[in-house]
């Protein structure tokens, strides 16, 4: 007759062996379940901004507020450095801008992490973003500071749609991030984001500037250039005659190049 300690012994024993069968089985079914298919990944990714639709959505995004320069009193009030930004004169009620909780009075200090140096260009970066698409501003409400997360909705029918003459530069690009040669170069020269010029139009402003094919874009008039938006936002806020200068990353060299914008834009 078996001890009361054998016995135990046994259960412990034919418990494992159940335990380790049930695993055996379970890693067997999941080495005969189908892969993951990564064309269903790709459907779902967001479709990259071209100049064309770019130009197409321009000046669609509304938040719902109305802007003016920041003057040295209203800086002074704010304990702000310097008069930049962008003072609030009017929110509209129910809009995406007090819904946000942006007030009459406060300052627009930068959008999506870029500065906002006056009204124009909170203007134009608004009229650069994407309706539905999340954006985050700098708010600098009396004393101090919070940052808003605002969602621009479409521009309302009343009002007159934003007239625009893109300027030319001459160049195709695309985001940085889809090209691991270019990432490589941002990465080597410590910053973050850029836009690549894939082509340079012969006998355009950028060709005379000496930009070429492969250069990486960093920054456009002293802004940092994260990704190809945010570029064709600020070529946007130009006008043709205007000169910029364009910072780029060019295997491992850094230069600043002045370009002349022309008449028209592709």
């Known amino acids: 007759m078996r001890s009361?300690?054998?016995?135990?012994?046994?259960?412990?024993?034919?418990?494992?062996?159940?335990?380790?069968?049930?695993?055996?089985?379970?890693?067997?079914?999941?080495?005969?379940?189908?892969?993951?298919?990564?064309?269903?990944?790709?459907?779902?990714?967001?479709?990259?901004?071209?100049?064309?639709?770019?130009?197409?959505?321009?000046?669609?995004?509304?938040?719902?507020?109305?802007?003016?320069?920041?003057?040295?009193?209203?800086?002074?009030?704010?304990?702000?450095?310097?008069?930049?930004?962008?003072?609030?004169?009017?929110?509209?009620?129910?809009?995406?801008?007090?819904?946000?909780?942006?007030?009459?009075?406060?300052?627009?200090?930068s959008f999506n992490g870029r500065k906002i140096r006056d009204a124009m260009q909170f203007q134009s970066d608004l009229a650069g973003a994407e309706v539905g698409d999340e954006i985050y501003l700098c708010v600098s409400k009396n004393d101090y500071r919070i940052t808003v997360y605002v969602v621009p909705e479409a521009r309302p029918a009343g009002l007159p749609a934003p007239v625009k003459s893109f300027p030319f530069l001459g160049v195709t690009v695309q985001d940085a991030a889809a090209d691991g040669l270019a990432v490589q170069q941002l990465e080597d020269a410590e910053k973050e984001g850029g836009v690549k010029v894939e082509s340079v139009v012969a006998g355009s402003p950028a060709e005379k500037a000496g930009v070429l094919a492969g250069d990486v874009i960093m920054s456009f008039n002293s802004r940092k250039t994260r990704t190809l938006r945010e570029f064709l936002t600020d070529l946007a806020a130009c006008q043709p005659g205007q000169t910029v200068r364009i910072c780029i990353v060019r295997e491992d060299i850094r230069k600043t190049l002045n370009i002349t914008l022309a008449q028209y834009f592709i």
Do not use: C
């Open 4 to 109: 009361f300690k054998q016995t135990g012994w046994m259960l412990v024993a034919i418990v494992s062996l159940a335990l380790n069968a049930a695993l055996a089985y379970s890693l067997y079914q999941n080495s005969q379940a189908p892969p993951i298919d990564a064309s269903h990944k790709q459907t779902t990714a967001p479709v990259p901004v071209d100049y064309e639709s770019f130009k197409t959505e321009w000046g669609s995004a509304w938040v719902g507020l109305t802007v003016s320069n920041v003057t040295p009193a209203m800086a002074a009030r704010a304990m702000l450095d310097r008069p930049e930004g962008a003072y609030v004169n009017r929110v509209v009620t129910g809009s995406p801008a007090q819904k946000a909780d942006i007030e009459t009075g406060n300052i627009l200090l």
